[in-house]
C-alpha cells in the first residue's frame, strides 16, 4: 500500500456498504419490494435449493402488492411452502399461474421496531468500516517500520484511508436515514 492509492481498502468497504445495502432490502417498509424475495429458497427441480428469482418473474404492480409468476406453474405449492416458512410473515394467493402477496399495514409499534433495528445495523456496518481503516493503517505502520514506505508517504495514506473512511461513514448515516424515512412513512 502507498500514498498512491488504496484499491483494497476502498473496495472492503464499498463491499461492506454495499452488503449493508442488501440487508436493508430485505427489511419490509410499509412498501412492497422484490428485494423483500432476495433470501426466499425454493426446494425445486429434486429438493434443490433454487433463489425464488431464478424460477419465477417478482413484480410490484401496486404499492403494497408483490406477485410472483413461476416459469412452471408446477412449482407454485412449493414456492408458497418456501414463502409460508419465511420470516416474512405474509400470507401467499395464487390463482394457479400467479402468486400474490399483500404487505399489510405496519404498525407504530412494528416501525419503531424496525428504526431500531436499521440502525443497529448501521452502527455494525460502520464498525466493519473502522476495522478496515484500522486494518490498512497498521499495514502502513508495518512497511514504516520495514522503511519500504517514508514517513510522509505513510502519513499521507494514513489521511487518505481518514478520508475514505469519513465518506463511507457518511454514505452509511444517509443510507439509514433514507431507510428510516421510508420504514416511518404511512
Known amino acids: 500500500m502507498t500514498a498512491s492509492g488504496h484499491p483494497e481498502t476502498r473496495q472492503k468497504m464499498e463491499q461492506a456498504v454495499e452488503h449493508f445495502g442488501q440487508q436493508l432490502g430485505a427489511i419490509r417498509t410499509g412498501r412492497a419490494s422484490v428485494a423483500l424475495l432476495d433470501g426466499i429458497l425454493v426446494e425445486a427441480y429434486g429438493g434443490t435449493p433454487q433463489p425464488l428469482k431464478q ?3 417478482l ?4 404499492s403494497r402488492l408483490l406477485t410472483i409468476q413461476p416459469w412452471d406453474p408446477s412449482l407454485i405449492p412449493a414456492i408458497e ?4 416458512g419465511s420470516s416474512l410473515g405474509l400470507t401467499p394467493n395464487n390463482d394457479g ?4 402477496l399483500a404487505l399489510p399495514q405496519l ?6 421496531e424496525l428504526v431500531k433495528v436499521i440502525k443497529k445495523m448501521g452502527e455494525e456496518t460502520k464498525v466493519v468500516i473502522r476495522n478496515i481503516r484500522r486494518d490498512a493503517n497498521e499495514l502502513l505502520k508495518t512497511q514504516q517500520k520495514d522503511k ?3 514517513d510522509d508517504l505513510a ?3 494514513q489521511q487518505e484511508i481518514q478520508k475514505l473512511t469519513d465518506h463511507y461513514i457518511l454514505k452509511i448515516d444517509d443510507t439509514v436515514k433514507k431507510k428510516e424515512k421510508d420504514v ?3
Open 107 to 112: 404498525t407504530e409499534e412494528r416501525r419503531k
Open 59 to 62: 413484480a410490484t404492480p401496486e
Open 81 to 84: 411452502k418456501a414463502l409460508s
Open 97 to 100: 399461474t400467479i402468486i400474490r
Open 155 to 157: 502519513r499521507s495514506a
Open 184 to 186: 416511518l412513512e404511512f
Open 148 to 150: 519500504s514506505l517514508s
Open 55 to 57: 424460477i419465477a418473474s
